[in-house]
């Protein structure tokens, strides 16, 4: 079975060009940005003191990954004037679950393939 996403919100590509196509080394920084985007996340709301860190954090681990579309959406989000945060924040959460379905679907495979060997 190949390795694969749901929606095309990472590619894949960047994390295995990063990782030298390492399983075990994906995993890692699959399982990493899950970490970061269930402790940032919380932050995402205009009204949480320093919701721009969470978006910036997010947007690092992103691009680390291949989430391009993410990352550009947390790069609008930080730049949004604080009246236009919630529909910003809106967006980067959006696109977050987006890439963490990817990210489920690939790290399953990735079990997968790791069970036949």
Known sequence: MALRDLTGAVDFAVLNGMTGGDDAINEEVLGLFVQQAGLWSVMLDPKAEGWRDGVHTIRGAAAGIGARDL??????????????????????????????????????????????A
């Open 71 to 116: 990352a550009a959406i947390c790069a609008e989000a930080e730049g949004a004037d604080q009246t236009l945060a919630a529909p910003a924040l809106e967006r980067v959460r959006d696109a977050l679950q987006a890439a963490l379905a990817d990210v489920a679907a690939y790290r399953h495979e990735l079990m997968l393939r790791g069970l036949r």
